[in-house]
């Protein structure tokens, strides 16, 4: 995951549409709160470490941004 907050990694752009994309699918709204939780959930139900480790740093990210 890249550090520079220009420098916006395809990975995370990825994850970041993947939750996006789950969330339209259930009708849900993209408010940033929503995304938290769906970037958590992905974390939690996927098999790949990277993947988790990327969520988890996303969301903490995200977490600085609202504060």
Same mark, same amino acid.
């Given at each position: 995951?890249? +550090?520079?907050?220009? /420098?916006? !990694? /395809? *990975?995370? %752009? &990825?994850?970041? #549409? %993947? @939750?996006? +994309? ?6 849900? &709204?993209? +408010?940033? *709160? !929503?995304?938290?939780? @769906?970037?958590?959930?992905?974390? *939690? +139900?996927? #098999? /790949?470490? $990277?993947?988790? %480790? /990327?969520?988890? $740093? ?10």
């Amino acid at each position: 995951m890249k +550090t520079n907050a220009h /420098d916006v !990694s /395809d *990975e995370i %752009r &990825a994850l970041i #549409g %993947r @939750a996006t +994309t789950n969330l339209l699918l259930t009708g849900s &709204a993209v +408010t940033l *709160e !929503s995304l938290i939780q @769906a970037l958590y959930q992905l974390s *939690e +139900t996927t #098999g /790949d470490s $990277e993947i988790h %480790r /990327d969520c988890l $740093e996303l969301i903490q990210q995200l977490l600085k941004k609202m504060h």
